[in-house]
């Protein structure tokens, strides 16, 4: 599709040409440098320094409202040009909306005063939802505005956390981290349940894609969202026996998908199987969290890295690997070190949710350990894809 000005579009510099580039570049960079630094505050290496809220706020605010959301950002504002046919963000517009998120993350680290940070912070997920929901009423894109419902909602999210950091209440804060964590897994499953059996297809040269059941997509959509608001409104904080059921029946149902997506040509392939693997954390961390309301497990805490380690983090990275390849003009063949960066991705996620509880340190350190190998071999393959024009000399 020509949808754009082509003179145009080459005049403005490679990084600002296409949202994944600025927010795949910052986001995946900040991943890499505030894990360790989080180690180094939980290990009382880093001395008197607090961001806001502390260093706890700092991390469950930031792995979600900082980085995942960015990625979603890059991805969103990117696959929107296709979707409607028309010019995606680029240029100014884009410089302005990434040095807001930008202004955020350094704002939480340095402890800006609350009365700046509140507004740069929602202002940033307000502004996404704002372009979106433009972009796509104009094409009419029907289809697609539960994702502009989403991310209003992650708005929301953000905003209770807030609230609770203003207030000095935790347990605020954590109903808003929890809200927004589940919406993240909304999307996933609203654009993984479209994108995921496409791509193995694809990527095995299969000639019939697995059809999708319209009601578990909206099955899943809706027991997920109705996670994110229980967890709005307080509820699951606890244990609650009669909640698991909830989670149990969204967990069968992400494996009965997995179930049918699946084929044993995908590992071969560690552009397929990091996505396949991604959503399994995700029936694992559901599943977890039922057991943890039923009374069978003493924590949630290594049900809820699951979801954040392997399920969140891991279909970022599969994700942003293929996104930077295919939008950068390259064919889909992951550089070198890549599959390998893949396994380190989700060896820490074992270790951080089967290791930790058991070796609290070894657990931490090697999930640590495999987390920035992770982002590192990202950063060093694809940094310079990101900053550079496309290898085919199209816009973009």
């Given amino acids: ?59 469950r605010h930031e ?16 696959a929107v040009q296709t979707w409607t046919g028309r010019p995606g963000l680029s240029g100014r517009p884009l410089m302005v909306l990434a040095g807001v998120w930008l202004a955020a993350r350094l704002g939480w680290l ?47 999210a953000d905003a209770l956390l807030l609230s609770g950091l203003a207030l000095g209440d935790d347990d605020l804060q954590r109903r808003g981290v929890l809200a927004g964590l589940w919406l993240i897994a909304a999307l996933m499953g609203l654009i993984g349940g479209r994108v995921i059996p496409f791509f193995t297809q694809r990527g095995l040269g299969r000639l019939n894609a697995v059809k999708p ?14 996670i994110a608001a229980l967890y709005a409104a307080g509820v699951g904080l606890q244990a609650q026996p009669l909640l698991a059921p909830l989670f149990l029946a969204v967990a069968t149902g992400h494996l009965l998908r997995l179930a049918r997506w699946y084929d044993r040509g995908i590992w071969g392939v560690p552009l397929l199987w990091s996505l396949h693997l991604a959503m399994l954390w995700l029936v694992v961390a559901t ?39 295919g939008h950068t003009g390259r064919p889909l063949q992951l550089p070198a070190g890549m599959a390998w960066a893949l396994m380190l991705l989700n060896l820490g996620g074992v270790a951080r949710v089967f290791v930790y509880p058991l070796w609290p340190l070894e ?34």
Avoid: E
């Avoid at 350990?369 to 024009?389: E, F």
């Fill in 110 to 156: 340095f402890g800006l005063p609350l009365a700046a940070l509140i507004p740069l912070d929602l202002g940033f997920l307000l502004a996404l939802a704002g372009v979106m929901a433009r972009l796509l009423w104009a094409a009419r894109q029907q289809r697609n505005y539960p994702i502009v419902l989403v991310l209003s909602l992650l708005a929301g």
């Fill in 1 to 59: 599709m020509n949808v754009i000005d082509r003179g145009k579009a080459l005049s403005i510099p490679p990084i600002w040409r296409l949202a994944f580039r600025p927010f795949f570049l910052c986001a995946s960079l900040y991943a890499l440098v505030a894990i360790p630094l989080w180690v180094l505050a939980w290990s009382g290496q880093l001395g008197d320094w607090q961001p806001s809220g502390g260093w706890l706020a700092w991390h």
């Fill in 213 to 226: 059941w319209a009601w578990l997509d909206i099955a899943l959509l809706a027991g997920t969202a109705l």
């Fill in 287 to 325: 599943l977890g969290l039922a057991l943890w309301h039923a009374g069978l497990l003493a924590s949630f805490s290594p049900a809820l890295h699951g979801l954040t380690i392997g399920a969140m983090s891991g279909l970022i990275l599969a994700m942003i690997a293929r996104v930077t390849l």
């Fill in 363 to 396: 657990g931490l350190w090697l999930a640590v350990t495999g987390w920035s190998l992770a982002l590192a071999i990202y950063a060093w393959r694809y940094v310079p894809m990101l900053v550079k024009p496309r290898v085919d000399g199209h816009p973009g």
């Fill in 63 to 78: 792995m979600l409202f900082g980085f995942a959301t960015a990625i979603v950002a890059g991805f969103l504002l990117t």
